[in-house]
T-cell receptor, first 116, second 109 residues
């Protein structure tokens, strides 16, 4: 149990385009989902915390107008990178916290974004 | 502030035992996780400690001392597939995971 999927696994896009990444909890309901970014050889960096039905809470330094997060249901959250630029190329990982368990976060497999 | 301190890199031999130490400072504390992360992949859960003491799970064990802000992950009977980064991540008062850069473990034959 407790499986989180992400789609797509990897994406290559041109500079200036927008990319949407989906994160789904497959066998549990997730009232909270987290979006992370990880550059090579660096630690995971929390971008935002997403609660179902409410606006996401962004970490300091993360542009909310550039990284649009929608958490419309208990099993789906989306991250849209708008007007992507090469510096946005990174590994984006989502995690989900089960609604009745505030502790463990279950991670998706990640999405590798390359902006040309 | 919040801080995680782990060695950057460790090397061990196949079949041996290795201990990866972690010290932390967080705003509040709701337990500590250890994750394994292979290159290019997302982290996978290894263990969770919320009380002081040792938790054993197969070849992996994790220890916590809340008063010292200290934890370690012990890996026994090392296998080549254990080559990965190991992330110590305490949970703060807001139930957010605090991440360090992790420890890259290199296993040699």
């Amino acid at each position: 149990g407790a499986v989180v999927s992400q789609h797509p696994s990897w994406v290559i896009c041109k500079s200036g385009t927008s990319v949407k990444i989906e994160c789904r909890s497959l066998d549990f309901q997730a009232t909270t989902m987290f979006w992370y970014r990880q550059f090579p050889k660096q630690s995971l960096m929390l971008m935002a915390t997403s609660n179902e039905g409410s606006k996401a809470t962004y970490e300091q330094g993360v542009e909310k107008d550039k990284f649009l997060i929608n958490h419309a249901s208990l099993t789906l959250s989306t991250l849209t990178v708008t007007s992507a630029h090469p510096e946005d190329s990174s590994f984006y990982i989502c995690s989900a916290r089960e609604s009745l368990d505030y502790n463990e976060q279950f991670f998706g497999p990640g999405t590798r974004l390359t902006v040309l | 502030g919040q801080n995680i301190d782990q060695p950057t890199e460790m090397t061990a031999t196949e079949g041996a035992i290795v201990q990866i130490n972690c010290t932390y400072q967080t705003s509040g504390f709701n337990g500590l996780f250890w994750y394994q992360q292979h290159a290019g992949e997302a982290p996978t859960f290894l263990s969770y400690n919320v009380l002081d003491g040792l938790e054993e799970k197969g070849r992996f064990s994790s220890f916590l001392s809340r008063s010292k802000g200290y934890s370690y992950l012990l890996l026994k009977e090392l296998q080549m597939k254990d080559s990965a980064s190991y992330l110590c991540a305490p949970l703060d008062s807001n139930y957010q995971l605090i991440w360090g850069a992790g420890t890259k473990l290199i296993i040699k034959p």
